[in-house]
């Protein structure tokens, strides 16, 4: 009987170390690892650096949505960050309740891509060619709209709050 009770305690030990190994190889293949978390947050400096080749790169065709950013809960709208217009005439513009990246092409509006902000959804959207293009950002507090003109090949926002 003490043959066995060694045995079973032995064989589970073996099966545990396999477990525990085929587990942290599974880990390592997922880009994990084990005592913390494989993303970090971007730097300012990383997010200009990615913006700028972002920006750079040839516009695709149409309109798409992209996936939420995340802001802190309870963070009052902030005012409006526009960047600073890019060679290729794509501007990203950006407030609480959403960001929206602009184009220009023969003095008409386009909007490449729009995202709400944490709490909002898209309203109404009208993404261009046009004289003027325009989303709504809307949550159970306030609705923010973002139109965009051109001013020669330079998106120029105008944001309107209802709050």
Same mark, same amino acid.
């Given at each position: /009987?003490n043959t066995?009770f $060694?045995?079973a305690v032995?064989?589970?030990?073996? @099966?545990a170390? &396999?477990a525990t +190994?085929?587990g942290v190889?599974?880990l390592?293949?997922?880009g994990r ?6 993303e970090r947050? /971007?730097?300012a400096?990383? $997010? ?6 972002d920006? @750079?790169a040839p &516009?695709?065709? +149409?309109?798409?949505?992209?996936a939420?950013?995340?802001r802190?809960p309870g963070?009052a709208t902030?005012?409006?960050v526009?960047?600073?217009?890019p060679?290729?005439?794509r501007?990203?513009?950006?407030t609480?309740a959403g960001?929206?990246i602009?184009?220009?092409?023969g003095?008409?509006?386009r909007?490449q ?7 909002y959804e898209?309203d109404?959207?009208e ?12 949550s ?10 051109c ?8 944001i309107?709050h209802?709050?």
């Open positions: /009987m066995r $060694v045995l032995a064989g589970w030990l073996l @099966a170390a &396999l +190994g085929a190889a599974v390592g293949l997922l690892p084990l005592t913390g978390p494989a947050p /971007m730097t400096e990383e $997010v200009r650096v990615a913006l700028a080749r920006t @750079a &516009l695709p065709p +149409g309109p798409t949505s992209t939420v950013p995340t802190s963070d902030p005012p409006v526009p960047s600073a217009a060679v290729t005439g501007k990203l513009i950006s609480g960001s929206v602009a184009w220009c092409d003095g008409l509006a909007l891509s729009w995202t709400p902000g944490q709490g898209t109404d959207v993404p261009g060619p046009d004289e003027h293009a325009r989303v709504r950002f809307e159970d507090e306030s609705k923010v709209e973002i139109e965009v003109r001013s020669g090949d330079v998106p120029v926002p105008r309107s209802d709050d």
